[in-house]
C-alpha cells in the first residue's frame, strides 16, 4: 500500500494500551486490507453508556475510503456527520452496539451523497476492556448498479403501464412474469400484478389459450422466434378483437436453454375490420349486396376455364337489363329508383340456385351465371324470371311501380377464350330484345 502511515495506536488506558501493543503486528496487516477499519474505545473508561468514543486505530484504508485525515486520537463524534444515515447517526449505532453487543451492519452514503458505503460495527472484548470496532466498504459501484437497475425496472414497468401493446414475458411454464397493464385491462385484471404467475389456461378460454400454447412449442424447442401470428382474441365482455404476434425466445447464460418467452401482440381489430371491409367493397355492389362486376367476371372466368379443361360441361350466361329505368328515376326520383334496383336484385337472387352466381355489372344492368345449364334450360328460367319481375312492382307506400326486364341469353363455347367474346354474344341478344319491344328474352 502507498504512502502507508506508521501505526499509532492511543489506547483509553494503560491496560489496554499494553494489549494494543502487543497487537501492533496484527494492526499493521490491517493496513493492507481494502475495508476500512476503526478500533475504538468508549471515551469515559468504564462507562459503555457513553455518548463519545476515541478512535484508538484507523487504518490506511479508511481515510482513503471516506477521505477523512488525522483519525487517530479524535473523536468518533466529531466523524459521525460525515457519513448520512437517515434517522441513525455512527454514533447513535456505536452506543447501541455496545449496549446489546450485537454487531449492525448499516448501508450509508457521505455527507455529500456522492459515495455509498457499507458499514459494520461489532462490540469486541480486548483485555477485558470494551472496544468497537468499525469496518467500512466502498460499495458505491455496487450501489450505481443496484440503482440502475432499480430505474432500468422502473423504466420497464412504466413502458408495461403506458403501452397499448400487449407485452408478456413469460417463464419456461408459460406463466407469465411481467406483462402490460392493457393485456391486464382486456382480460379483466385490475393490474398486471394480478397476471403474474398465470397460465395462458388460466387467462383465455381454453380453445384460444391451445392456440397460443402450440404457437410457443417450436419457440422452446428450436429456440426460433415466432413472427407476424395473427390470432383471434376474446375480451373480458365477449367481443373478439384480433392480434398480430411475435414471440422471441429468452436465452439463459449458455446462449442455449430457453428459459421463458419475450412477446409482444399488437391490436390490429380496427385495421383488420377496414381491410376486410374493403374486401367485402371490393367484391360487394355496395347497393344491391350482389358480386361486383369485378368478382362476378372472376366467376365467369373459372367457368370459361372449366369448359375449356371439360368441354362437354355447360355454363349459360344471363344480360338482364331493366327496361326503360331512366323513366323511374325521372318520375320517382333517383333514391326510387335505388329502392327499384334493390327490389329487382331480391326478385333475382330468390330464384337462384347454390351453383348459381349473380352480378350487378353496370347501373341497370345485372348478369346471372348457370352451370350446368344448356341455353334451353336457361331460357326457361328467364322467362320465369321476366314474368315474376312484370307481376311483381316495386311498393314504395301508396305506390305501386312496375317495371320490366330484357334479357340476351348465350351459353359458353368451348372457343371463348375470354369473358368479353360471351358478353358480346350475350350484349347482341339483349340488344334484340330490347329492338323487338323489350320485356322479352332473346337467345344469342
Ligand atoms: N337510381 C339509380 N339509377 C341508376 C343507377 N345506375 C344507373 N342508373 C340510371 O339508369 C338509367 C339507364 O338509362 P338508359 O341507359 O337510358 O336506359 P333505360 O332508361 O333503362 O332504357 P332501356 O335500357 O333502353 O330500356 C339512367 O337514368 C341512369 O342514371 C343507380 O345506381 N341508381
Not at 402490460?180 to 395462458?200: N, P
Not at 362437354?312 to 320517382?332: E, G, H, M, T, W
Not at 320465369?384 to 311501380?401: A, N, Q, V, Y
Amino acid at each position: 500500500m502507498d504512502n502507508k502511515p506508521h501505526v499509532q495506536i492511543h489506547a483509553a488506558s494503560s491496560l489496554q494500551a499494553n494489549g494494543l501493543n502487543k497487537c501492533a503486528n496484527c494492526f499493521n496487516l490491517l493496513e493492507y486490507l481494502r475495508y476500512g477499519v476503526l478500533y475504538c474505545t468508549p471515551k469515559i473508561n468504564d462507562k459503555i453508556d457513553t455518548h463519545d468514543f476515541l478512535i484508538a486505530y484507523a487504518n490506511h484504508t479508511f481515510s482513503k475510503l471516506t477521505g477523512i485525515e488525522a483519525l487517530n486520537s479524535a473523536s468518533l463524534k466529531k466523524i459521525s456527520n460525515r457519513f448520512s444515515m437517515g434517522e441513525n447517526s455512527l454514533l447513535s449505532l456505536a452506543s447501541k452496539v455496545m449496549h446489546t453487543k450485537e454487531p449492525i451492519t448499516q448501508e450509508c452514503q457521505d455527507e455529500r451523497g456522492t459515495q455509498w458505503f457499507s458499514i459494520n460495527l461489532s462490540h469486541i472484548e480486548l483485555y477485558d476492556e470494551p472496544a468497537l470496532v468499525i469496518a467500512i466498504e466502498d460499495i458505491s459501484n455496487r450501489k450505481q448498479a443496484e440503482l440502475d437497475l432499480q430505474r432500468m425496472n422502473q423504466d420497464f414497468i412504466t413502458v408495461l403501464e403506458s403501452t397499448s401493446d400487449f407485452i408478456y414475458i413469460k417463464d419456461k411454464e408459460s406463466r407469465i412474469r411481467y406483462c402490460s397493464q392493457t393485456l391486464a385491462e382486456i382480460t379483466g385484471h385490475q393490474s398486471w400484478r394480478d397476471m403474474v404467475g398465470k397460465h395462458d389456461n388460466e387467462i383465455f378460454p381454453l380453445e384460444t389459450a391451445q392456440v397460443y400454447i402450440q404457437e410457443e412449442v417450436p419457440i422452446f424447442r428450436d429456440g426460433v422466434a415466432v413472427l407476424n401470428k395473427v390470432n383471434p382474441y376474446f375480451r373480458a365482455d365477449g367481443s373478439v378483437g384480433w392480434v398480430s404476434t411475435n414471440k422471441w425466445p429468452m436465452f439463459a447464460e449458455d446462449g442455449k436453454t430457453v428459459t421463458g418467452i419475450f412477446g409482444i401482440s399488437r391490436d390490429i381489430s380496427e385495421s383488420k375490420a377496414r381491410e376486410d371491409e374493403l374486401r367485402t367493397m371490393a367484391t360487394t355492389d355496395f347497393l344491391t349486396g350482389l358480386a361486383s362486376r369485378r368478382d362476378y367476371i372472376d366467376d365467369l372466368n373459372r367457368q370459361i376455364a372449366r369448359i375449356q379443361r371439360s368441354p362437354q360441361a355447360l355454363c349459360s350466361l344471363l344480360l338482364i337489363d331493366l327496361d326503360l329505368f331512366k323513366r323511374v328515376n325521372d318520375i320517382y326520383g333517383h333514391a326510387v329508383g335505388d329502392h327499384m334496383l334493390q327490389h329487382i336484385s331480391r326478385l333475382m337472387r330468390n330464384d337462384l340456385r347454390r351453383v348459381d352466381s349473380i352480378g350487378r355489372i353496370g347501373g341497370e344492368e345485372f348478369s346471372i351465371l348457370m352451370p350446368d345449364t344448356d341455353i334451353q334450360a336457361a331460357k326457361t328460367f328467364a322467362e320465369r324470371l321476366r314474368k315474376k319481375i312484370e307481376i311483381t312492382p316495386l311498393l314504395d307506400g301508396e305506390r305501386s311501380i312496375p317495371i320490366t326486364i330484357s334479357i340476351g341469353i348465350t351459353q359458353i363455347h368451348v372457343e371463348d377464350s375470354s369473358a368479353e367474346s360471351v358478353f358480346e354474344r350475350a350484349d347482341v341478344a339483349l340488344y334484340r330484345a330490347k329492338n323487338s319491344g323489350r320485356n322479352r328474352v332473346e337467345l344469342g
